[in-house]
């Protein structure tokens, strides 16, 4: 499966975007899709993750923020980022999802695509 993430830029704090995540084929095989972002100078971290049954989790601080979804006809997963920070800066990537052996997700493809930069910035 491969996997083509878009829709970032350049928008004022307090804006919206939406990064939309196309993927090749059905990706049913694996647990879920991963939203991921890198910010200069940090890890990749995970930070919104839908599974095949459309449960949604984020880490704490885009909670209330951010919103992902899945159409599985489509093939495709969005993620609606609401109230942007400057601290969401960076450039973001998506990545079907696996189960780690401490139970959390991890990503399911070794490979990542050139991701969506978002900047958030006056």
């Known amino acids: 499966v491969q996997l083509q993430a878009s829709g970032g830029g350049l928008v004022h704090p307090g804006g919206s975007l939406r990064l939309s995540c196309a993927a090749s084929?059905?990706?049913?095989?694996?647990?879920?899709i991963g939203w991921f972002r890198q910010a200069p100078g940090h890890e990749r971290e995970l930070i919104a993750a839908?599974?095949?049954?459309?449960?949604?989790t984020y880490i704490r601080s885009v909670k209330g923020r951010f919103t992902i979804s899945r159409d599985n006809a489509k093939n495709t997963v969005w993620l609606q980022m609401d109230s942007l920070e400057p601290e969401d800066t960076a450039v973001y990537y998506c990545?079907?999802?696996?189960?780690?052996?401490?139970?959390?997700?991890?990503?399911?493809?070794?490979?990542w695509g050139q991701g969506p930069q978002v900047t958030v910035s006056s």
């Open positions: 084929e059905s990706t049913s095989s694996f647990k879920g």
């Open positions: 990545n079907v999802l696996a189960v780690g052996w401490g139970g959390n997700y991890v990503p399911g493809l070794d490979q």
């Open positions: 839908i599974s095949n049954d459309a449960t949604p």
